[in-house]
């Protein structure tokens, strides 16, 4: 079987350019055998950033691209003329994508919006000439700071989906179904568990051209916020929808039994998506009465709104996008941004590209005699 396309974790190494050395210049022209000190400034190295770009729905662009480096600062030169500053290397990620430090776990940002700009790993300062220490008693100063050394760090990027609907509910309940029926995504869809080995995303048309994303995330089991089935991997793009409509096929033994424990796992997982709104969806329910409706009535959930639909035969679809729109709208629902991103447990990923061999910096090609070790003070960084 092909390989997916759809990569939502990737892990690459990242190292911003270095600061290029200042100069030790002296001017030396006919008829000004003493012209004093006039090395220039390094130019600065080149910064990391991350940006956000909706037009990518994966990180596959970046399995390929594992190591992103940005140039170093040139070194200044006679005349007080500075050095060329180092490029700088965007990284564009869709939107929803977190970042994390690959040796500890830690939280570093996550990008939510298209265009969203944020920089990963600053590039070194430039040195500075040795025009900028002279004095009155010390008119030939030949020593020049060198330029800062340049950032470097392993990063795991996640991809958390970004959805105005999240799917929820045991494999088998009818995502899948659902979704390409009121959508024109094309999911996989089979009588069997796990059908649905990564999310799907697919637009909705609802009234007057108005419309909403709704994701297919894969089917939960019981303990999966303890990595059962396929557990951590998707619960993690549940965080990002605005609602989570729960579907639980009508032939369930007990549906408030099932929906208790996915909500449970879900909460389990982050107690942040206790505060998410949440919609039920009785799927399958061609086959029940208005009797057997009433009698599951009684038996669902307190506090959530539901709604009996069968994708096969379109019923209750109009009601279910009517409840989804009205939940959206509501004035107090969900944001993106209250989001609390956990540290990531390292020990959960099983990541096959741990075969890195980190790039070795060639250093300048300057003697050694050029300049002499500075440490750097940011009180004689001056304005330049």
Not at 228 to 247: A, P, Q, V, W
């Amino acid at each position: 079987m092909a390989e997916s396309n759809f990569v939502d974790y990737v892990k690459i190494y990242c190292r911003s350019g270095k600061g290029g050395r200042g100069s030790t210049h002296f001017r030396r022209e006919k008829y000004i055998p003493k012209g004093g000190p006039d090395g220039g400034d390094g130019g600065r190295g080149g910064h990391i950033y991350l940006r956000g770009n909706r037009n990518y729905w994966t990180l596959l662009h970046l399995k390929f691209e594992r190591h992103v480096m940005a140039t170093n600062g040139a070194s200044g030169t006679g005349k007080r003329s500075s050095g060329k500053d180092g490029e700088d290397r965007v990284i564009e990620v869709p939107c929803g994508t977190v970042v994390f430090d690959a040796e500890t776990g830690e939280f570093i940002c996550d990008v939510t919006e298209d265009g969203q700009e944020v920089m990963l790993l600053q590039g070194g300062r430039g040195g500075l000439g040795n025009w900028n220490f002279k004095t009155s008693t010390n008119q030939a100063p030949r020593y020049a700071q060198p330029g800062e050394p340049a950032q470097e760090r392993m990063v795991i990027l996640q991809l958390k989906l970004l959805a105005d609907v999240g799917l929820v509910g045991f494999p088998n309940a009818g995502k899948s179904t659902l979704l390409s029926v009121v959508s024109a995504a094309k999911p996989k869809i089979a009588n069997y568990p796990f059908t649905t080995l990564e999310p799907n995303l697919g637009i909705v048309s609802y009234r007057d051209n108005r419309s909403f994303v709704m994701a297919d995330i894969p089917g939960i089991i019981k303990g999966a916020s303890e990595g059962k089935g396929l557990g951590l991997r998707f619960l993690r793009h549940i965080e990002r929808n605005s609602l989570l409509l729960f579907m639980i096929p009508a032939d369930a033994d007990d549906i408030k039994k099932e929906y208790e424990i996915l909500h449970n796992e879900l909460v389990t997982y982050n107690p942040e998506l206790l505060e998410k709104r949440r919609v039920l969806a009785i799927t399958k329910s061609d086959m029940l009465d208005e009797e057997l409706e009433e009698a599951l009535t009684a038996e669902l959930p307190d506090n959530i709104p539901y709604v009996f639909i069968s994708s096969i035969t379109n019923k209750g679809l109009t009601e279910l996008k009517d409840l989804l729109w009205k939940e959206l709208n509501k004035e107090n629902f969900h944001e993106v941004e209250r989001i609390v991103h956990k540290n990531l447990d390292l020990s959960t990923l099983t990541l096959d590209d741990d075969d890195f061999v980190i790039p070795i910096d060639d250093e300048d090609d300057f003697p050694e005699e050029d300049y002499e070790e500075y440490d750097w003070d940011d009180e004689d960084d001056t304005e330049r």
